[in-house]
Nanobody, 123 residues
Framework: QVQLVQSGGGLVQAGGSLRLSCAAS????????VAWFRRARGKEREFVAA????????LYHDSVKGRFTISKDNAKNTSFLQMNNLKPEDTAVYYC????????????????WGQGTQVTVSS
């Protein structure tokens, strides 16, 4: 079993930055692919970014490319999502997720989930 605990998030003005953290316990994240998803009010949960367990492959949704950076610090057993140049349309609850195996862009492939954290970007 893996427990994921998220931190970070909050309220920021457009153009600002935030960093989300996803700390794992129970097992080491080095064996897991990690992804971030988000759900805006009234919308389906959507893929944001994913990183392979080895860290040598990273995927991003087109809407966040060049602005968001996913990383995984195996020594800290934590994944991060650095979000720069935030836009009001980035407002959502953000979730981290983990799975053994390759990284996926669909949420149903992930076995472990963080509790979610609100990100609000004001215009």
């Amino acid at each position: 079993q893996v427990q994921l605990v998220q931190s970070g998030g909050g309220l920021v003005q457009a153009g600002g930055s935030l960093r989300l953290s996803c700390a794992a316990s129970g097992r080491t994240l080095s064996s897991f692919a990690v992804a971030w998803f988000r759900r805006a009010r009234g919308k389906e949960r959507e893929f944001v970014a994913a990183i392979r367990s080895s860290g040598d492959n990273i995927l991003y949704h087109d809407s966040v490319k060049g602005r968001f950076t996913i990383s995984k610090d195996n020594a800290k057993n934590t994944s991060f999502l650095q979000m720069n140049n935030l836009k009001p349309e980035d407002t959502a609850v953000y979730y981290c997720a983990a799975r053994e195996g390759v990284e996926l862009v669909v949420d149903r492939g992930y076995d472990y989930w963080g509790q979610g954290t609100q990100v609000t970007v004001s215009s």
